[in-house]
């Protein structure tokens, strides 16, 4: 083989060899960036963080009014998901496709090292939903340990938004900040 020849053949060998790898590692597919689902048939089971085992949220001694209300980005966050239709979330605007958090908690120290806790869930029933009674089972746990649960139900008319609310006392040593307390929310839903 002369020195052109061979030339030629590196070169088509040497393309070969680079091109292959690039279109072997090519993929196409078309949809939602995220496969997360999001819509779930009754019933629906959400864990998050028990925002009270947070003493900087509520503490007074950091400025914190006793007994106030809050929330955290995390309980937002549970208004993406449905279940039959009905969302935890609070001050839906349907064009801006935004929400207020669903789920927020009231604290206060209590005697005797106990702490009282509430926790209010905001039920969302859209209007194209049908009536529908909703019941929530709250779980307060460590680890996989339920340590105290509450549940309650309220029916809840189309196209309105209605708060579900339990109260727990907890001895304040039972409020684990690292690995933190969860909370599990089992979301049940009925045609009303």
């Known amino acids: 083989m002369n020195q052109p020849e061979a030339r030629t053949a590196w070169v088509g060998v040497l393309l070969m060899a680079v091109s292959i790898p690039y279109a072997a590692a090519q993929a196409a597919s078309q949809g939602d960036a995220s496969n997360e689902k999001t819509t779930f048939t009754s019933p629906m089971v ?3 963080v028990f925002a009270a085992a947070d003493r900087s949220l509520w503490d007074p001694a950091k400025g914190h009014v006793a007994g106030a209300w809050f929330s955290t980005e995390d309980y937002r966050g549970l208004g993406r998901f449905s279940c039959d239709g009905v969302y935890l979330r609070s001050d839906f605007k349907r064009k801006q496709g935004t929400w207020k958090p669903g ?6 120290e209590g005697e005797g090292g106990q702490v009282q806790v509430k926790v209010r869930a905001t039920a969302d029933n859209p209007k194209d939903n049908r009536d529908r009674k909703v019941d929530i089972l709250f779980e307060v746990m460590n680890g996989e340990k339920v340590i105290a649960s509450a549940s309650d139900s309220r029916g809840i008319e189309e196209g309105d938004a209605t708060g579900i609310t339990v109260n727990f006392t907890l ?4 409020l684990i900040a690292e690995p933190m307390t969860k909370l599990r929310l089992t979301v049940k839903t009925l045609r009303d």
């Open 171 to 174: 001895p304040a040593a039972d």
């Open 46 to 48: 959400l864990e998050t």
């Open 103 to 108: 789920l927020e908690m009231s604290v206060k």
